[in-house]
């Protein structure tokens, strides 16, 4: 079975800063997505940022970039230049290309400090 | 364009009843997932429409269900509610299911009293 871990409950961040969220995974396939998803206290889920296995090119969306290990088994969310409104729970999912169902981490709350 | 919507936002019942969820997804959208933000239970897969099918299911009892109806809006149904159901519920929809983004609604919250 898969599953995701985010080793940090808590994170937090200076205004204008860059902060870095780690996730890892575990599966025995070889393809597969993966996401980056924050909740903010509306408690709607907002799809931040996406990679395919198999590109090996690590995916942006202007201020967030992934840093996406596949031997590691390792996908990590960086935000630049942090700003208040990214002050959120962030999830990390997973799914596989034939599967429906995403699988999540635990979460990482993220604080913004002005 | 809208995105997915539910309703209704809160729900409140007691022990022994039956709760309806609604979800239209984003227009062209034909899966829908379910899934369940139980506090302490992070988020759990309920289940997955498309085309008007249940095509997976998550480890829920079967007094979990629902059904996707033929303008793709879903419904989820929990039957005897136990307190342990009390979460936030939500719902996304995507192209198909297979290689296609998620994209979540506002979620219900039920509270099971």
């Known amino acids: 079975a898969q599953t995701v871990t985010q080793s940090q409950p808590e994170m937090s961040v200076q205004e204008a800063e860059t902060v870095t969220l780690s996730c890892t995974y575990d599966?025995?396939?070889?393809?597969?997505?993966l996401f980056w998803y924050k909740q903010p206290p509306s408690r709607q889920m907002i799809l931040v940022i996406r990679?395919?296995?198999?590109?090996?090119q690590n995916a942006t969306e202007n201020r967030f970039s992934v840093n996406f290990q596949k031997a590691a088994k390792s996908f990590s969310l960086k935000i630049s230049d942090s700003q208040l409104g990214d002050a959120a729970m962030y999830f990390c999912?997973?799914?596989?290309?034939?599967?429906?169902?995403?699988?999540f981490g635990e979460g990482t709350q993220l604080t913004v400090n002005p | 364009e809208a995105g997915v919507t539910q309703s209704p936002t809160h729900l409140i019942k007691t022990r022994g009843q039956q709760a309806t969820l609604r979800c239209s997804p984003i227009?062209?959208?034909?899966?829908v997932y379910w899934y369940q933000q139980a506090l302490g239970l992070g988020l759990q897969f309920l289940l997955w429409?498309?085309?008007?099918?249940?095509?997976n299911r998550g480890n829920f009892p079967p007094r979990f269900s629902g059904r996707q109806f033929p303008n793709y809006s879903s419904e989820l149904n929990v039957n005897a509610l136990e307190l342990e159901d009390s979460a936030l519920y939500l719902c996304?929809?995507?192209?198909?299911?297979?290689?296609?983004?998620?994209?979540f609604g506002p979620g219900t919250r039920l509270l099971v009293l």
């Open positions: 429409y498309d085309e008007g099918e249940e095509r």
């Open positions: 996304a929809s995507s192209l198909d299911g297979g290689k296609e983004t998620q994209y």
């Open positions: 990679q395919e296995a198999y590109k090996q």
């Open positions: 227009s062209g959208h034909t899966s």
């Open positions: 999912a997973y799914r596989t290309t034939s599967g429906s169902r995403l699988t």
């Open positions: 599966t025995s396939e070889s393809d597969y997505y």
